[in-house]
């Protein structure tokens, strides 16, 4: 019996540290619980956001990231866009719309130029997850020691310039006065005037307002509509998916059914 | 007419007799329970697998270059391409969940007893089989952790003393994975594996017409017969079996389906997410991990850290894990009881069988978590445990005492 408990005790203890901090060093809304990604709240359903995302996609990350996997026309209708104004308007350069989503960029000299290869990001929401690109998209901060000058809290020392800068604008990072915590749990007051404490606490991202083109809000949600629809490149075939998937067990549990009730009258010779 | 032509090819074909020792007259016994229902299962789920197995051929390219890029080919391009692939992977997940409940219904009830041990080891090579197509399926996406899974499992060979890195320069066919490893893993994958299991399959069902069913009361139910022959305390396998069967596999195929459509990840676990990403054999994951289903067997690998009688930990963390997956063969002459089923035997078969289920889902869990120095000391002694339940068996099940089995089968 003490084993099991040193054994549950253990596992307990592993389960714990098993759920280490995703998000790197970012701080959210819970001061408690550094690295914990943003709910990106991706929709599949939201065609509108999808076609924001769609469009933010092909300006700003195209440059680099291919989507080489999928293909345009695909895009174009799953995100309901006419062909025609997807082809005039987000396919650059001569390529056609059933061609795969590829970039010109020379994987060789992006190596020479940012370090790495760019990734390609078709399923990089499956690799991540959605709320980690969420986070690492609203991450990024003026960092003067970096060859870019920039740096990013959920990837540390991160290659890649922060392209969305002009958008978002001068994002720092800097400390708070934050109230301090007591053992229990609860706020930590002073014994004397009942006053609660405060601590110093650093990492927090501060935007200023008005350097960028949009507001913080506004910055926040076009990158949730970035990030579904980079869900949705991974995993395009999600809404039909759960859509069939609705009528097939719809289907097997009256198969079920019809099958239990001959099962229940061949039962009935056997007594 | 209809009687005419059947005669006409009995006489040239056994089909009604066949049907009728297979099928009609096959005797079930009456007592038979819900762990019974994984045979039939793994019969629906092999013909799953070898569908949807088909054809995801059709669109799949076997190359380094081309592979990841035509998994995704049919997960975008193909007409339901993602249903078939979705199919193959739950199904995967699917056969080792069946086979697993399937081997422990032996264990439980003693189905390995005599007359049955070639049954058993018939089974049992059923299993290696599935292994090996588990393995083999697994690098042919070619995703990063196809790719690293492959490379430490391959390298278990190399640690063989002696000849061990001539044997894996020659498995692999180059001196890392490479393309050529991916071309030769396909072609067990989709030719020899499938049929050598189908064969032997087959062979196991042969078998297990020959010497019967057994229940979960492991009681002779060919004792009593009434004045036909046929065995008292049995029905017809068809209709009586199939019907309910066939309830079953409805049961079973919500939870398929559910799994396929919403849930095909499996949350990671059928579906790796590191899996998300094209081999790269310049950088190394940072956690490697098996599919759930050989994480017991990864775990026990993983707790010899210690090398001995000149053979390094490598090695014998191989031999380990090898002795975990053939000791099952052994089962019918390990166990010495008199009776079969764990319904009467003693105080001790019960102890030392829930033991082993602890023990393999413990190890389990080990296998699929990064290794500590505390979770190795874990592993170390369920290992331990793992094999006590059979190498102990000998002497528990010879010195127990048991509870009297009855005459004829019992319904509850």
Known sequence: ?271 | MVTKIMSWFDERLPITATIERHLTKYPAPINMNIWYLAGFLLIVVLVIQLISGIWLLMSYEPTAEGAFASIQYIMRDVEYGWMIRYMHTTGASAFFALIYLHMFRGMMYGSYQKPRELLWVIGWFTYLLLCMLGFTGYVLPWGQMSFWAAQVIMSLFGSIPFFGEELLTWIRGDYLISGITLNRLFALHVVLLPLALIVVIFVHILALHEVGSNNPDGVDVKKFKDEDGVPLDTKPFFPYDIVHDLYAVGVFLIFFCFIMFFYPDGGGYVIEYVNYEAADNLKTPEHIVPSWYYTPYYAMLRAITFPLFGLSAKFLGFVVMAAGIAIFVALPWLDRSPVKSIRYKGVYSKFFLTLFVISFFVLGYLGSVASTPIRTILAQFFTCTYFAYFLLMPIYSKYEKCNPVPDRVTLS
């Open chain 1, 1 to 271: 019996m003490r084993l099991l408990t040193l054994i549950l005790l253990l596992f307990s203890a592993n389960f714990v540290a098993e759920s280490a901090a995703p998000c790197g060093n970012y701080i959210g809304d819970d001061l408690d619980h550094i690295g914990t990604c943003d709910d990106a709240k991706v929709d599949p359903t939201d065609i509108a956001s999808l076609q924001r995302g769609a469009q933010i996609y092909m300006n700003y990350c195209l440059g680099c990231h291919s989507l080489k996997y999928a293909r345009y026309k695909r895009v174009a209708e799953d995100l309901e866009i006419p062909l025609e104004l997807f082809k005039e308007n987000l396919i650059f350069g001569d390529q056609k719309l059933g061609d795969l989503i590829t970039i010109g960029m020379e994987p060789k000299e992006a190596k020479a130029w940012y370090g790495n290869t760019p990734p390609d990001l078709t399923l990089e929401a499956g690799l991540r997850g959605p709320d980690w690109i969420y986070t690492y998209l609203k991450s990024f901060y003026i960092d003067e020691s970096r060859p870019l000058g920039v740096n990013n809290m959920v990837y540390e020392n991160v290659g890649m310039p922060n392209v969305l800068f002009n958008m978002q604008g001068e994002q720092r990072r800097v400390c708070k006065e934050v109230p301090a915590k007591a053992s229990n749990g609860g706020l930590k007051q002073d014994p004397l005037t009942g006053k609660v404490l405060s601590v110093e606490k650093c990492g927090f991202l501060e935007l200023a307002e008005g350097t960028g083109e949009v507001t913080k809000e506004q910055f926040d949600s076009n990158m949730r509509d970035l990030t579904n629809f980079m869900a949705y490149m991974t995993d395009p075939a999600k809404v039909e998916r759960e859509t069939v998937g609705f009528y097939v067990i719809f289907y097997l549990i009256i198969f079920t059914v019809l099958a239990y009730l001959l099962y229940r009258e061949f039962k009935k010779d056997l007594h």
